[in-house]
DNA sequence: AAAATATGAAACGGTTCCGAAACAATCATA
DNA sequence: TATGATTGTTTCGGAACCGTTTCATATTTT
């Protein structure tokens, strides 16, 4: 991108993509969700809940209960590391891709409209 | 803006102003809360109940909880409508000005570190 | 004036999320 | 091997949100 937004340009795509995503089937997750959901995709792996929370600043329940919630959407999967037992290793899914494929197309279309 | 997003772009865009949002001691609004603060703030008044929620494609409730929740916040406030007093107007207020101005900006600065 | 319509809010039961604390499992250390 | 750390999950009470239904108020129609 050549030129950055300006602000007004910056709400109006914030207000067309909102309205999207209220607007459609799809369940719209919570920022968090969304943002854990983001940082497993576009971050190299390993993810763990610890670091996600650290990087999140919020508590690992908060990573556990939000891993539970896109689980059952199927958007994400988590696995045992087998190097450290301790740790859960989330991993991305065809469906989270989709979703977030989705997602993109969503806001690149809509930036063109501004 | 000259060129549109790539999708990677929208992604981590998206990525970005979350981080900031999840991280931040501001209280997140869920998408519908920011998607029924948005309209109020970028089309023209009066902004009803029933016209919000047929916007939304979502019920009255869902509008009227929403506003409880950002009056709170200070964000909106409501008025009767002296014209057609079953009619509440949806107002804009200082502190919901100044939300949507941080969030504006934010958008936009992250736009340029892509 | 009476009945039908329209609007927004409140009530209801169910689900989800929160932060804090307690927990089981695993690893590291001594 | 015993003790302490670390990791992720679960539990708890409280709060918020959901969709549906019901309600109070106001307006329109007959």
């Keep these: 991108m050549s030129y950055p937004f300006s602000t007004a340009q910056a709400l109006h795509l914030w ?13 719209d997750l919570s920022v968090r969700q969304m943002t854990i959901l983001l940082s497993v995709y576009l971050e190299s792996p390993p993810h763990t809940v610890r670091a996600l929370a650290a990087k999140l600043h919020v508590s690992k329940p ?3 209960r939000a891993l539970d ?4 959407l199927g958007l994400v999967t988590r696995r045992r590391d087998e190097t450290d037992k301790r740790n859960v290793l989330i ?4 469906g989270g891709s989709l979703y977030l494929e989705r ?3 969503l806001v690149s279309a809509k930036s063109q409209e501004l």
Tied chains: 1, 2.
């Design 91 to 94: 991993q991305r899914t065809v």
């Design 15 to 27: 207000h067309e993509v909102g309205l999207s995503q209220v607007r459609g089937d799809e369940p």
């Design 69 to 72: 919630a896109m689980g059952k």
């Design 62 to 64: 908060v990573i556990t």
């Design 103 to 105: 997602l993109a197309d």
